[in-house]
C-alpha cells in the first residue's frame, strides 16, 4: 500500500488559505499528483488486484439481493399479502414490479453496500476516507445521512405493520361493511402516520446540522392559526371525510352516486373521494360537495324489473312466468350464493301509453343487483316470446284525410300546394 496523501482542508485549518476554494483546490491537485508520482508498478498492480476483487464481491451481493427480493415478493404474493401486480405484474416497460417497501428497502440496502464498497476502495488506494469521517463535519454528515436512512426504514417498516394490522383485521372480520371500512381506513392512517414521522425526522435533521428549531415550531405555529382561518374548506373537506368513514356511510368498493355522477368508490384520501364509473372516466369530489350520497351497495340490494306488458296480453300469465323465473335463478348457481330473498311481485305499478307496468325486485348480495338483474329480464324476454305475451310498445297511428278526384273510379290524391 502507499501513503494518504493530507485532506486539503484539514491541511490548511488555521492558516489563511483555509477559506479560500481555490487554495483548497490548488492543494488537492498538488496532493494528488505527488501521490500518483509516488505509486510504484507493483503496489499498484496489487491495488488494482483488491479493487477488482471487491467490485466483483459487491457486484455478487447486490445480485444476491435481488434474487432474494424476488423470492420474497413470490412468497408474501403466494400468501396474499400482496397483489399480483405488486409481486411482478408488468409495469408496462417489460420489467416487473415489487413492492414499494421491499424496492426502497432493498435500494437502501443496496446504496449502503455501494457506499461500503467505495471506501474500501478509497482505503486501498491510500485515500483515509475514515480519518476525513472523523473529522467534526465528516462525523456530523454521518449522523444526519444515519437519520435519514433511520426515517426511511422506520416509515417504510411501520407503514408495512400498518397495512399488515389493517389486512388482518379485514380478514379476521365476518362483515363485509367493517372489512370495507379497515379497508378505507387503512391509506388514511399510514398516510396521517407517514406525514408527522416525516415533520419529526426533518426537524431532528435540521436541529442536527445547528438549526436552530424552536423559532420554526413558533413560526409553524402561528402559519398553522393562519391558514386554519384561511384554508377553512380543506378542514371541512377533512372532517366530513373523516366523519362518512367512522359513520360507515360509504366505504371503498362502494357504488354511489355523488351529483348525478355514479361509480364504484375506489380511493378515499384526506380531503376527495374518487369515483370510477362504467366506462373507466374518473370523478374526483371534494368531501366538501358530496353533501348528498347516494350508497347503492350499502348492507344489500335490490334488482327492480318494470316490464311494461301490452294492453292485449294476459297479466296473471305474466306474473305467473316471472314468478317462475325467479324460483329457477334462486335454486342455480351462481345467481343462488347472490340472491337473499326471494322474488317479490309489487303487482302492477302503473298505466302507461305503452303498456301496464308490473313491478317486481328481488333482494341480493351488495353490489349483485345488476347481475341479477341482467339475468332475469333475458329470461324474461325468452319466456315471454315462448308464451305469447307481448311487451309493450307505441302505436302511431295516422288519420290525415285527403282531397280526391271528384268522378275517378280510382281516386288519387290531388297535389296540394
Known amino acids: 500500500m502507499v501513503a494518504s496523501f493530507s485532506h486539503p482542508v484539514a491541511a490548511t485549518t488555521g492558516g489563511p488559505s483555509a477559506a479560500s476554494a481555490g487554495g483548497a483546490i490548488i492543494h488537492l491537485l498538488r496532493s494528488g499528483t505527488t501521490w500518483a508520482m509516488r505509486l510504484q508498478p507493483r503496489e499498484a498492480a496489487i491495488d488494482l488486484a483488491l479493487t477488482v476483487v471487491i467490485v466483483a464481491a459487491a457486484f455478487g451481493l447486490l445480485r444476491l439481493l435481488d ?50 464498497a467505495a471506501l474500501l476502495v478509497m482505503e486501498v488506494w491510500g485515500l483515509t476516507p475514515l480519518q476525513w469521517l472523523s473529522s467534526q463535519f465528516g462525523a456530523a454528515l454521518a449522523r444526519v445521512v444515519f437519520l435519514v436512512v433511520l426515517g426511511v426504514a422506520v416509515v417504510e417498516i411501520g407503514g408495512r405493520m400498518m397495512d399488515r394490522l389493517f389486512l388482518s383485521l379485514q380478514h379476521r372480520t365476518h362483515d363485509h361493511r367493517r372489512a370495507a371500512q379497515f379497508k378505507t381506513l387503512a391509506p388514511i392512517v399510514r398516510g396521517l402516520s407517514t406525514g408527522l414521522l416525516v415533520i419529526m425526522i426533518g426537524l431532528t435533521v435540521l436541529s442536527e446540522i445547528g438549526v436552530k428549531i424552536g423559532p420554526l415550531l413558533a413560526g409553524a405555529g402561528v402559519i398553522g392559526v393562519a391558514l386554519g382561518f384561511g384554508a377553512q374548506t380543506l378542514v371541512k373537506d377533512f372532517l366530513t371525510g373523516l366523519f362518512l368513514i367512522i359513520e360507515d356511510i360509504v366505504s371503498v368498493g362502494d357504488n354511489v352516486k355523488i351529483g348525478g355522477v355514479g361509480g ?154
Do not use: C
Open 67 to 116: 434474487w432474494l427480493l424476488r423470492r420474497g415478493v413470490e412468497r408474501l404474493a403466494a400468501k396474499g399479502l400482496v397483489t399480483r401486480r405488486q409481486a411482478g405484474g408488468d409495469r408496462g416497460d417489460g420489467q416487473k414490479g415489487a413492492p414499494r417497501i421491499a424496492a426502497t428497502s432493498w435500494g437502501l440496502l443496496k446504496l449502503a453496500i455501494a457506499l461500503g
Open 264 to 417: 364504484q368508490v375506489e380511493t378515499m384520501t384526506l380531503r376527495t373521494i374518487r369515483l370510477r364509473d362504467f366506462d373507466g372516466t374518473l370523478h374526483v369530489f371534494p368531501y366538501s360537495e358530496a353533501q348528498v350520497i347516494h350508497n347503492q351497495t350499502k348492507s344489500f340490494s335490490y334488482a327492480v324489473m318494470a316490464p311494461k306488458i301490452s294492453y292485449v296480453s294476459d297479466i296473471e300469465k305474466a306474473r305467473a312466468i316471472m314468478r317462475e323465473i325467479g324460483e329457477q335463478l334462486q335454486h342455480e348457481k351462481p345467481y343462488a350464493e347472490m340472491i337473499l330473498e326471494p322474488l317479490e311481485i309489487v303487482g302492477v305499478d302503473a298505466f302507461t301509453d305503452v303498456g301496464v307496468v308490473v313491478k317486481s325486485r328481488v333482494k341480493t348480495r351488495p353490489g349483485k343487483q345488476w347481475q341479477v338483474g341482467r339475468e332475469f329480464q333475458r329470461r324474461m324476454k325468452l319466456a315471454f316470446d315462448a308464451q305469447g305475451i307481448e311487451i309493450g310498445y307505441p302505436n302511431v297511428y295516422a288519420d290525415r284525410p285527403t282531397p280526391l278526384t271528384e268522378g275517378a273510379d280510382n281516386p288519387t290524391p290531388v297535389a296540394t300546394q
